[in-house]
């Protein structure tokens, strides 16, 4: 059974960056999509990022992009998330969740449905100065 460990969250400056490791064990990863998803404190779980590793196909949410760049380490069986000129409302907890083959039509905020079979424990994100 794949299982999915999160780690690189931390407490960051407004414009610094950060980079959150997602990692793999259990199954190789190169039949799954593996999506980056936030939770900022009070609000619903958003899609921020996902990564087709089969086809090496990317999304990211509108909001993110050109500061959030997802990448893949099929050595280390591991997704990364890299996020620059971070901002107070990038502060979450950030999960990686997993799902064969594709990733979802659309990201986003969540509401009650959940596209992936499996998930990370998350890590903290905090920014602020």
């Known amino acids: 059974q794949l299982q999915l460990v999160e780690s690189g969250g931390g407490s960051v400056h407004p414009g610094g960056s950060l980079t959150l490791s997602c990692r793999a064990s259990g199954s190789t990863l190169s039949n799954y999509a593996i999506a980056w998803i936030r939770q900022a404190p009070g609000k619903e779980r958003e899609g921020v990022s996902c990564?087709?590793?089969?086809?090496?196909?990317?999304m990211y949410e509108d909001s993110v992009k050109g500061r959030f760049t997802i990448s893949t380490d099929n050595a280390n069986n591991a997704v990364y998330l890299r996020i620059d000129s971070l901002q107070p409302a990038d502060t979450g907890v950030y999960y990686c969740?997993?799902?064969?083959?594709?990733?979802?039509?659309?990201?986003?905020?969540?509401?009650?449905?959940?596209?992936?079979?499996?998930w990370g424990q998350g890590t903290l994100a905090t920014v602020s100065s």
């Open positions: 969740a997993a799902r064969l083959w594709n990733c979802p039509y659309s990201l986003g905020t969540m509401g009650t449905g959940n596209p992936y079979a499996y």
């Open positions: 990564v087709d590793i089969g086809d090496d196909i990317k």
